[in-house]
């Protein structure tokens, strides 16, 4: 019922800087919470950061610090600003949503039932 369409990975050189969006059609995006994931080849997908319907944030210890998750629900799009870029953030990176009823974080895949096709960030040492 929600379409979701990653965009803005590419290749950047370590201490670099990406901003990921994620645009969401189909139903509004403020019913929605919404997160990203990241998965490396042969490795887990591994949980990011999430946002809340209301705003509520919350970011994996990896990346604390350093990564930013936000959202302009007037555009339905939700953004991930990545600073000081390092090697092992590389990654395919994937946003992902679900139904909020609750404004609580959720750090599973499972968690989570529309997922975008993802976007490629590679970080050069």
């Known amino acids: 019922q929600v379409q979701l369409v990653e965009s803005g990975g590419g290749l950047v050189q370590a201490g670099g800087s990406l901003r990921l969006s994620c645009a969401a059609s189909g139903r509004t995006f403020s019913n929605y919470g919404v997160a990203w994931f990241r998965q490396a080849p042969g490795s887990q997908r591994e949980f990011v950061a999430a946002?809340?319907?209301?705003?509520?944030?919350y970011h994996a210890d990896s990346v604390k610090g350093r990564f930013t998750i936000s959202r302009d629900n007037n555009k339905n799009t939700m953004y991930l600003q990545m600073n000081s870029l390092k090697p092992e953030d590389t990654a395919r990176y994937y946003c992902a949503a679900r139904g909020d009823s609750d404004g609580l974080i959720y750090p599973a895949r499972s968690d989570y039932g529309y997922w975008g096709q993802g976007t490629q960030v590679t970080v050069s040492s």
């Open positions: 946002i809340t319907r209301s705003g509520g944030t």
